[in-house]
């Protein structure tokens, strides 16, 4: 059984800092690339930030880019999500989903490619 688990979300106040990490079971780590997206109260699902199994190239949301950084640790069958300078805006549930890398060619940002998800995490940043 294939299982995503998220940790570390939380209150933070806005322009502090938050890991997310994303815990994987069920499938050959190594072989999967795996996305945070997440989706704010009445809003579409978005986009954060994605890492490529094999080469370790990273991708990331126009929204946040400068102030995420993704990491991924195939020894701990983990990815990390690290958000500096939260705002507001950030207040939403992250989701971790992961895909085969071999056959991933479409935009990383197309969730609908993803067959594996995480339930999600709450992440609240408050004034």
């Known amino acids: 059984q294939v299982r995503l688990v998220e940790s570390g979300g939380g209150l933070v106040q806005a322009g502090g800092s938050l890991n997310l990490s994303c815990t994987t079971s069920?499938?050959?780590?190594?072989?999967?690339?795996v996305a945070w997206f997440r989706r704010a109260p009445g809003s579409e699902r978005e986009g954060v930030s994605y890492?490529?199994?094999?080469?370790?190239?990273?991708y990331y949301g126009d929204s946040v880019k400068g102030r995420v950084t993704i990491s991924r640790d195939n020894t701990k069958n983990t990815v990390f999500l690290q958000i500096n300078n939260l705002r507001l805006e950030g207040t939403s549930i992250y989701y971790c989903?992961?895909?085969?890398?071999?056959?991933?060619?479409?935009?990383?940002?197309?969730?609908?490619?993803?067959?594996?998800w995480g339930q999600g995490i709450q992440v609240t940043v408050s004034s």
């Open positions: 890492i490529i199994s094999s080469v370790r190239s990273s």
């Open positions: 989903a992961a895909r085969l890398s071999r056959t991933a060619t479409t935009p990383w940002s197309t969730a609908e490619t993803y067959p594996y």
């Open positions: 069920g499938v050959t780590f190594s072989d999967h690339s």
